[in-house]
């Protein structure tokens, strides 16, 4: 069994966590918005053919503390242990 890296699960890390909100989906070029309200942990898997995918964040207003635990992450690589890009 593997440890995961935060937004992985399963005995593989290859799941996504169920946690209520967040899954996967496959990006096209008719554009997909994905939407988060509350205070909840959501985590979303976007596959692409090697394309290019856009971010657009808007609305986003999370209280900033200390420790930083309210934020957007986009993970951009193949080593999800790393840290990826962070809005807050």
Not at 23 to 40: D, M
Request: hydrophobic share 30%; with cysteine; glycine share 8%.
């Amino acid at each position: 069994m593997c440890k995961c890296p935060p937004g992985l699960a399963g005995k593989t890390c290859e799941e996504i966590p169920q946690v209520g909100c967040g899954g996967e989906l496959v990006a096209t070029p008719i554009w997909q918005e994905l939407s988060h309200r509350g205070k909840r942990m959501c985590y979303w898997r976007i596959k692409t053919d090697n394309a290019r995918i856009r971010f657009i964040l808007s609305n986003v207003n999370y209280r900033c503390e200390t420790t930083c635990r309210a934020y957007v992450e986009i993970k951009h690589n193949s080593d999800f242990q790393q840290t990826g890009f962070r809005a807050w």
